[in-house]
Structure formats: C-alpha cells, structure tokens
C-alpha cells in the first residue's frame, strides 16, 4: 500500500465507491457505529485496567477482528471530526439518541489530545493495538503539546499502523515560526536518537522519518523564509547533526524550486538526511581535527560515503528507506567533473538527488564555522564562490536554481544600510524589481549599540522627497560582529 501524507489527506475515503444506496449507506452507518462503540469501550477499559486484564483482553481483540474485517474492504479506517461532525473515511455518520453520549465522549477525547484524525491502517496487529490503546486512553495534563507527547509515545512504542493528524491551528505567524522551529529541534533529536539506535543495531524508525520529512515539506510551503532562517543554526548539538538537519532542509526546498513532485521530495529530504551516517565510523579525532588531515586520516575521512551506503543498504533490506537513499550517500562528494571522491567515471550514473544533495552539502558547510575552517563564508559569498565552480564541482542547472531560490541576499544574511543601522535580511522581496529591498530585522541602531530592533520594509520610502529610507550599502560577515544570526528568527518563534 502506498502511504498516505499526513496532513489533511489521510483516509480519503473508501476504496471504490462510497456507498451511495439506502441500503448500503445504511450498512455502512451500522458497521462505523460498531466500530465506534468498540473503541469507545476499549478505551475506557485502558483508562483502568491494564492489557493482561481479561476484559481489556477480549474487548481489545472484538475491536482488532471488527478493524480488520473493515480494512478488508477499505484502504484505512480513519475517525475524522469536521465541523463538529464525526467521519468515517469521509462519510458522516449519524448519531442515535443511544450512540449520542459515545459519539460526544469520543469527539471529546479528540479534542482534548488535539486530534483531527485517528487512522487504522491495513497491516495492524493485536499487539500494535494493544499497545496503542493505553497511549491513547491515558491523558495527563502537562505543560506543552498534548498532541505532541502523545505522537512521541506513539513512536516510542513503535505503533506503525495507526496514524494521528493534528486538529487544524491558526496559521498565524507567531504559531507558523514555533511549530517551524519545534520540527526543526525535533529533527535533530531524531536523527540524534536514529544514530544512537544504529549504534546499538536497533533498527532506526524509518516511519516517524518519513513523517518528519512530510511535516518538513509542509513547513516548506508554509513558511520557507522562515525555514531558512532556521537553517542558520550551526552550533546547537553535534556538526553532524546540526549539518544533516540543514542540509535536508534546504534540499527539501529546492527539490520543490526544481519541480520535484511530494512523494519525491520526501525521499530526497530522507536521502539528505542520513546522507553524513557513515561518519558515525570516522573518529571524532579526525572529524574534528583543527589541522589539515594527513593522508592517512583523508583516506579514512573518505570512506564515509562508502560505509554510510553500506548502513542504508542494511536498512533498505528491512524497511521502507528509499534506494535514492543509499545514492546519496555514496555520490554526494562527486563532483560535477566526476573529481571527487569516492571515484566515478560515467557522469550519469550519479543520480539527480546526489546532485541536489551536493549543493546544499557545500553551502551549509562552507557558510559553518568549524575548527579547522578559518575561512567562513557569508551565504552571498558562498554562492557566489560555488558559481565559480559551476560545471566542475555542481551540476550548472541545480546550481543556477539554488542561487535563484536563495536570492542575491540569502535570508540570514547580515547587512549594513544607509542609515547606518546594521540588521539581518528576514524575508526576501517577491517583487524581482525589489530583491535588492528585502524585509530587514534591525540588530544595531545609527550608533552601533545592538538593539532588539524593529522589523523594516526597504521599500519604504521618504513622505517627503520619495527617497527611500534605508538601502543595503554593504554585506557583512556576523562572526566580525559577534551576532548569532539563528537567535534571531529563533525569538520569532516565541
Ligand atoms: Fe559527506
Ligand atoms: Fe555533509
């Protein structure tokens, strides 16, 4: 079965026809109202008794044989409240003055945890629900995001086959930047928890991957400015990891600059995720050395795209990972004229996603400062640097898209104006006329001294002499001046 995204899409409705007779609308009413029933008194068994209890026991398995007799018929069975009505793959169904109270404590319960959607799909087992059920049923009032903590323990208990969808959030600013940032910091608690897993062999969760890569692509379309500030975050855990999480980012958004469709750039975002795992081999006396490696320690440094393919291919075996995966980490220190590492001799056998993965590689790591980098290029002078280098290190066209998805001052960059005040480029101008006028955030004032300064408009101009108001004179490098670009956008997302 293909998998379904996660937002707004998730049991569609069902395979086939919906019913459409009397007759088998009817059916249908009856078959969702069992089901209903079921769960609603599995659930409040679970907010008592344990799975050993007998009732949990024999209530849990009427509920697993009523799913799966549905799911015989059906591509998922997903609960869904729309407008204070409850759905069923899209069917509304009907209340009676006996069903009311259990479709009011269920809708309830929903809402309390934050949920639009609950979705069972095909290929769920006894254990899975039986698992679930307690998750679900126990709800203890905490600080944060209900919804959050219980998707979390969902993953932490390995429920695959049963899927959540967030209730729908006003997408105002202020809440559009936190959950931008909170997949941003969930991502690198991920791949943190996926490397220590792999360490362990445990298995790393592909699923919650995936779903990770989804809500990454989402935030994309909703908020991309906001997401490339995010990317401007460098120190917060490990290189490795602050690396990946940005890279796969910014992969993301330019596989969709490129036209790449969803499902695949879901797969490039997990390509570019995992593409640096074989570092986990490389002693971190290497990894971090100040000083230029000997050859020795290159030769090891360049094995890590040999030993990260090999990890994917292990995993590729038993889960859902993308072969493109397992590419990506081989080829992505190819470079365009086929130098690089490891070595390649026919250009096209290195694969698109490779490419894509190699500008965005480069960039971020270019733009970082790290022990043994000096020299830390601003994102403006990394791309102009990485044209030069158009046809022998990248691919011409991904470039030329990368440097127009960027902009001529990349969001993050860090500005001197005409007013003498210094700020941050915080949103790019969609005009082409004004890319040269982008939003600024004010970091210093006309004297200097840093401020929490206000956000300006460079198209803003004089009332009076139609002037405009601040221009940008020069770019500037923030490591001069001591400003953490990220804590910037980061106190957006307050
Ligand atoms: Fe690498
Ligand atoms: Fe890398």
Same mark, same amino acid.
């Given at each position: 079965?293909?998998?379904?995204?996660?937002?707004?899409?998730?049991?569609?409705?069902?395979?086939?026809?919906?019913?459409?007779?009397?007759?088998?609308?009817?059916?249908?009413?009856?078959?969702?109202?069992?089901?209903?029933? !079921?769960?609603?008194?599995?659930?409040?068994?679970?907010?008592?008794?344990?799975?050993? %209890?007998?009732?949990?026991?024999?209530?849990?398995?009427?509920?697993?044989?009523?799913?799966?007799?549905?799911?015989?018929?059906?591509?998922?069975?997903?609960?869904?409240?729309?407008?204070?009505?409850?759905?069923?793959?899209?069917?509304?169904?009907?209340?009676?003055?006996?069903?009311?109270?259990?479709?009011?404590?269920?809708?309830?319960?929903?809402?309390?945890?934050?949920?639009?959607?609950?979705?069972?799909?095909?290929?769920?087992?006894?254990?899975?629900?039986?698992?679930?059920?307690?998750?679900?049923?126990?709800?203890?009032? &905490?600080?944060?995001?209900?919804?959050?903590?219980?998707? /979390?323990?969902?993953?932490?208990?390995?429920?695959?086959?049963?899927?959540?969808?967030?209730?729908?959030?006003?997408?105002?600013?202020?809440?559009?930047?936190?959950?931008?940032?909170?997949?941003?910091?969930?991502?690198?608690?991920?791949?943190?928890?996926?490397?220590? &897993?792999?360490?362990?062999?445990?298995?790393?969760?592909?699923?919650?991957?995936?779903?990770?890569?989804?809500?990454?692509?989402?935030?994309?379309?909703?908020?991309?400015?906001?997401?490339?500030?995010?990317?401007?975050?460098?120190?917060?855990?490990?290189?490795?990891?602050?690396?990946?999480? %940005?890279?796969?980012?910014?992969?993301?958004?330019?596989?969709? &600059?490129?036209?790449?469709?969803?499902?695949?750039?879901?797969?490039?975002?997990?390509?570019?995720?995992?593409?640096?795992?074989?570092?986990?081999?490389?002693?971190?006396?290497?990894?971090?050395?100040?000083?230029?490696?000997?050859?020795?320690? &290159?030769?090891?440094?360049?094995?890590?795209?040999?030993?990260?393919?090999?990890?994917?291919?292990?995993?590729?075996?038993?889960?859902?990972?993308?072969?493109?995966?397992?590419?990506? /980490?081989?080829? !992505?220190?190819?470079?365009?004229?086929?130098?690089?590492?490891?070595?390649?001799?026919?250009?096209?056998?290195? %694969?698109?996603?490779?490419?894509?993965?190699?500008?965005?590689?480069?960039?971020? /790591?270019?733009?970082?400062?790290?022990?043994?980098?000096?020299?830390?290029?601003?994102?403006?002078?990394?791309?102009?640097?990485?044209?030069?280098?158009?046809?022998?290190?990248?691919?011409?066209?991904?470039?030329?898209?990368?440097?127009?998805?960027?902009?001529?001052?990349?969001?993050?960059?860090?500005?001197?104006?005409?007013?003498?005040?210094?700020?941050?480029?915080?949103?790019?101008?969609?005009?082409?006329?004004?890319?040269?006028?982008?939003?600024?955030?004010?970091?210093?004032?006309?004297?200097? %001294?840093?401020?929490?300064?206000?956000?300006?408009?460079?198209?803003?101009?004089?009332?009076?002499?139609?002037?405009?108001?601040?221009?940008?004179?020069?770019?500037?490098?923030?490591?001069?001046?001591?400003?953490?670009?990220?804590?910037?956008?980061?106190?957006?997302?307050?």
């Amino acid at each position: 079965m293909t998998e379904k995204p996660l937002d707004g899409t998730v049991g569609q409705g069902p395979k086939g026809r919906p019913p459409s007779g009397d007759a088998d609308l009817k059916a249908y009413q009856r078959t969702a109202s069992d089901l209903l029933i !079921h769960f609603h008194i599995i659930e409040k068994i679970a907010k008592i008794h344990d799975p050993k %209890n007998d009732a949990f026991q024999e209530q849990g398995r009427i509920l697993f044989d009523a799913l799966k007799k549905f799911l015989e018929s059906e591509d998922d069975a997903t609960f869904r409240i729309r407008h204070s009505s409850l759905l069923l793959n899209g069917v509304r169904l009907k209340s009676s003055l006996a069903t009311y109270p259990i479709f009011k404590f269920v809708m309830n319960e929903f809402r309390l945890r934050e949920l639009e959607a609950l979705a069972f799909k095909p290929g769920l087992t006894l254990e899975e629900l039986f698992r679930f059920m307690p998750v679900f049923a126990h709800r203890e009032k &905490r600080e944060g995001s209900m919804f959050d903590r219980l998707q /979390a323990e969902i993953d932490a208990a390995d429920i695959t086959h049963i899927v959540l969808e967030k209730a729908f959030e006003q997408k105002t600013p202020s809440n559009l930047n936190r959950n931008t940032a909170r997949v941003y910091f969930l991502s690198i608690v991920h791949l943190k928890d996926s490397f220590q &897993r792999h360490q362990r062999n445990e298995g790393i969760k592909i699923q919650s991957t995936r779903r990770l890569m989804q809500s990454i692509y989402n935030h994309i379309v909703d908020n991309e400015s906001f997401v490339f500030g995010m990317t401007n975050l460098k120190n917060y855990d490990e290189y490795t990891l602050n690396h990946s999480v %940005n890279v796969c980012l910014l992969a993301t958004a330019l596989g969709r &600059r490129l036209g790449l469709n969803r499902g695949e750039i879901v797969d490039l975002g997990m390509a570019a995720f995992f593409h640096d795992l074989g570092k986990l081999e490389t002693p971190l006396a290497i990894l971090n050395k100040p000083a230029k490696l000997d050859d020795g320690e &290159r030769e090891i440094m360049e094995q890590h795209p040999f030993k990260g393919a090999e990890k994917l291919v292990l995993l590729q075996e038993s889960q859902r990972l993308p072969l493109r995966a397992i590419h990506v /980490a081989m080829e !992505h220190h190819i470079k365009e004229d086929l130098s690089g590492y490891p070595r390649y001799f026919h250009k096209d056998d290195v %694969n698109l996603f490779s490419k894509i993965v190699k500008v965005v590689d480069f960039f971020d /790591a270019v733009t970082t400062k790290r022990v043994y980098r000096t020299n830390v290029f601003t994102r403006a002078e990394a791309l102009s640097l990485m044209l030069e280098q158009s046809g022998t290190e990248f691919n011409p066209v991904i470039l030329k898209a990368f440097v127009n998805l960027m902009g001529a001052l990349p969001i993050g960059s860090l500005v001197a104006l005409s007013s003498g005040e210094i700020g941050i480029v915080f949103d790019l101008n969609a005009d082409p006329k004004f890319q040269l006028r982008p939003t600024i955030r004010l970091v210093t004032d006309k004297a200097g %001294n840093k401020i929490d300064g206000e956000l300006v408009d460079l198209t803003e101009r004089d009332p009076d002499g139609g002037r405009f108001v601040r221009t940008i004179v020069s770019p500037l490098n923030p490591h001069d001046y001591g400003i953490e670009i990220a804590d910037y956008f980061l106190a957006q997302a307050q």
